[in-house]
């Protein structure tokens, strides 16, 4: 079926469709992964944008239930050169266009995406829309510009739990094809989910946390009494898309958390509510940073990590006032980890649990449960 697409720069496009129908409309960025499609549209942090895949070839692999970051597919659409129908893998259990179906998400395809991600590389993130039942250029445009931008949603509320629950589930062996016997907990932390990918929880199980995960409109009052009490640790604060200086009630709470000095670690998202609940506030990126490649210096050791990343936006360089920068990107020396002078928090911007991605920053699991035990 014949799409039809008007990106908010006044560019109208064409292209074929697979996947879900209808009119939608959303953020695009690109991701530079070369593997993990359905990693990345079911990581929750994507809500409301349609994602660009720099790899022309999409849907060889197909998807299955062990690679599902959430309980759903998050973002908009996604946007390729080249579907595959065709898929083959021993662990597939349904194509690519099955998985988009099945949780009413848009797939485009046949068109040129190096296009496409030059746009964006050039001219920023821009607002979409696409339409498979709409072909007039103007009312697209109409319907665009009296949309909602993604900075005016608050997406945390649709992808939060509604209830807390216990996470037992450890990391993935890629060797035996399984999920790895969890270790006896030596800690037991508390994770806000603000959109929390599934192997961010493996990678705290996996490291030796007992993880139970609650709802974004947590009290912060309640877990001052429970890790006082000692029934808790320490708390995790997760990703999540869109702009963080939307979750004013998430900020208040946060910084009762940070007066009592309660042990934290953020990554993505949650590394940008630590600043901005430190009153440091984060501002937006031209393009962001979505792919599997990004080179991240670790300035204790001076190591240079490739790592996965996914977020718009970025704190600002006056956190130096009151945190030690651990970590840069090398791409374009923005801040990739910090770790907090007066008080028992660290943080990263890029995603050490992979997924897709290399995991050669994984050891930050293990730092966090280091920090509760000092």
Excluded: W
């Excluded at 720099?54 to 579907?83: C, F, L, W």
Aim: charged share 25%.
């Amino acid at each position: 079926m014949r799409v039809y697409i008007y990106l908010q720069n006044g560019v109208f496009l064409e292209a074929n469709s697979f996947g879900a129908e209808g009119t939608v409309v959303g953020e695009i960025v690109f991701n530079t992964s070369m593997t993990g499609y359905q990693e990345v549209m079911s990581d929750p942090s994507y809500a409301g944008q349609f994602v660009t895949f720099t790899m022309p070839e999409i849907g060889v692999v197909g998807t299955n239930e062990q690679d599902m970051q959430s309980s759903s597919a998050h973002a908009k659409g996604m946007i390729v050169r080249k579907y595959q129908k065709r898929y083959s893998n021993f662990r597939a259990e349904a194509s690519l266009e099955e998985f988009l179906l099945k949780y009413n998400v848009m797939g485009i395809c046949d068109i040129d995406t190096r296009y496409l991600t030059k746009t964006i590389r050039n001219e920023g993130a821009m607002m979409m829309i696409a339409s498979t039942s709409i072909s007039d250029k103007e009312e697209l445009k109409k319907i665009l510009e009296n949309s909602p931008r993604i900075e005016d949603i608050n997406y945390i509320e649709e992808v939060s739990t509604k209830k807390a629950y216990k996470h037992e589930s450890s990391t993935y062996s890629d060797r035996e094809f399984k999920f790895d016997t969890p270790p006896t907990p030596q800690a037991n932390i508390v994770v806000i989910d603000f959109g929390v990918k599934r192997n961010i929880l493996n990678g705290l199980v996996g490291a030796g946390m007992g993880v139970e995960v609650i709802p974004n409109n947590f009290s912060a009052d309640d877990l001052i009494e429970r890790y006082n009490s000692k029934s808790i640790d320490g708390v995790f604060l997760s990703n999540g898309p869109g702009d963080p200086l939307v979750l004013k009630k998430e900020q208040e709470q946060i910084k009762k958390l940070i007066d009592a000095k309660v042990p934290m670690f953020g990554i993505c998202l949650g590394h940008q509510l630590l600043s901005i609940s430190h009153g440091y506030e984060t501002y937006k990126l031209k393009f962001g940073h979505h792919g599997g490649n990004h080179p991240v210096k670790n300035i204790k050791n001076g190591f240079v990590e490739i790592t996965s990343q996914n977020h718009n936006y970025n704190v600002s360089d006056n956190i130096v006032e009151i945190a030690e920068v651990t970590h840069i990107n090398l791409f374009d020396n923005t801040i990739e980890g910090l770790r907090y002078k007066d008080s028992p928090i660290f943080s990263v911007q890029h995603h050490p649990e992979a997924n897709p991605g290399p995991k050669e920053s994984d050891y930050v699991f293990n730092e966090f449960l280091s920090l509760i035990k000092r």
